[in-house]
């Protein structure tokens, strides 16, 4: 099926909508996802600092 959207782009539609408990579990598992990702980037920039500093004291 197709739809225009905005400005006449075309936005395609495939398969049945989501029911509205698993847009929340989808929703909340995204979240969670995010919220890895950042924690992840924060250790890693920690890490980073950390081998640097290391590496200007040896």
């Not at 989501?18 to 890490?47: G, T």
């Amino acid at each position: 099926v197709h739809s225009r959207g905005q400005k006449g782009s075309k936005i395609l539609y495939s398969g049945p909508l989501i029911q509205s408990e698993n847009i929340d579990q989808m929703l909340q598992d995204h979240e969670r996802h995010i919220q890895e990702a950042v924690r992840q980037s924060r250790l890693d920039k920690a890490r980073k600092k950390r081998v640097t500093a290391a590496y200007d004291q040896g």
